[in-house]
C-alpha cells in the first residue's frame, strides 16, 4: 500500500540554524499539506501546497518557513532560522483531491531545537 | 473561524463498545474526520462524514449531524490495540486547498 514517507525522522538541532524536512507524498496524489504538533497539544495546520504554489497558509507559517517541490517527487519544508519554540513533530500529509479526499499523513518528523 | 471540542480522556473495558463524541462550530461545512493517533506516530484516517447520517466501517462507526454541529465515533469489542488518541477533524468550505482543522483529540484507555 502506497504511504508518504519523511527523512530524517528525528532531527537535532541548534537555535538560530536552517533546517529542512523532507517529504515524498503518495505519487498520484497532488494536494501536500504540513502540520505540526508540539508535544502533548493538537495537531496543527501550516501550509497547503498545490500545482508548485501554496494554496492556504496559517499564522504560524512566517517569513521564517518556505516549501518547495523541488522535483517530481520530494515535498521540503525549510525553517530558516530555528526557535526553541519550532521543537515539534512535523508531519506532511497528502490527498487526491482538495474538497473530499481525505489526507494521508507521513511518519513524522521530531525536530528538537537546543 | 473553527471551534472543535471533544473529551479529553475516557476509559472502556475490553471486548465493550465506546462512543467519543465530538461537537464543532464552523462558518461553513465541507468535511468531518476521524483519525487514530498511537502515542509518538502519524494520525492514521479512520473516517469521513459530509451527509448527516452513520458510516459504518468494521468495527467502526461514526455519525455525523450537521444541523447540531456534532459527531461521534463509536467504537466496537474493543481491543488492547484500540488504546489510544482519537482525533475529530473539520474542513471548512472555501475554494482552494483547504486544511483540516483538528480537536485535541480523546485519549482512550482500553483495560482489562
Known amino acids: 500500500e502506497p504511504e508518504v514517507t519523511q527523512t530524517p525522522s528525528h532531527q537535532v538541532t541548534q537555535m538560530g540554524q536552517e533546517v529542512i524536512l523532507r517529504c515524498v507524498p503518495i505519487s498520484n496524489h497532488l494536494y501536500f499539506y504540513w502540520y505540526r504538533q508540539i508535544l502533548g497539544q493538537k495537531v496543527e495546520f501550516l501550509v497547503s501546497?498545490?500545482?508548485?504554489?501554496?494554496?492556504?497558509k496559517s499564522e504560524i507559517f512566517d517569513d521564517q518557513f518556505s516549501v518547495e517541490r523541488p522535483d517530481g517527487s520530494n515535498f521540503t519544508l525549510k525553517i530558516r532560522s530555528t526557535k526553541l519554540e519550532d521543537s515539534a513533530m512535523y508531519f506532511c500529509?497528502?490527498?487526491?483531491?482538495?474538497?473530499?479526499?481525505?489526507?494521508?499523513f507521513g511518519p513524522g518528523t521530531r525536530l528538537t531545537v537546543t | 473561524g473553527q471551534n472543535i471540542d471533544q473529551p479529553t480522556e475516557m476509559t472502556a473495558t475490553e471486548g465493550a463498545i465506546v462512543q467519543i463524541n465530538c461537537t464543532y462550530q464552523?462558518?461553513?461545512?465541507?468535511?468531518l474526520f476521524w483519525y487514530q493517533q498511537h502515542a509518538g506516530e502519524a494520525p492514521t484516517f479512520l473516517s469521513y462524514?459530509?451527509?448527516?447520517g452513520l458510516e459504518e466501517k468494521g468495527r467502526f462507526s461514526s455519525f455525523l449531524s450537521r444541523s447540531k454541529g456534532y459527531s461521534y465515533l463509536l467504537l466496537k469489542e474493543l481491543q488492547m490495540k484500540d488504546s489510544a488518541s482519537y482525533l475529530c477533524a473539520v474542513r471548512e468550505w472555501k475554494s482552494g486547498n483547504t486544511p483540516l482543522v483538528f480537536g485535541k483529540g480523546t485519549r482512550l484507555s482500553v483495560i482489562a
Open positions: 462524514n459530509v451527509l448527516d
Open positions: 500529509a497528502s490527498s487526491t483531491t482538495a474538497a473530499r479526499g481525505e489526507q494521508y
Open positions: 464552523t462558518s461553513g461545512f465541507n468535511g
Open positions: 501546497f498545490y500545482n508548485n504554489e501554496i494554496s492556504e
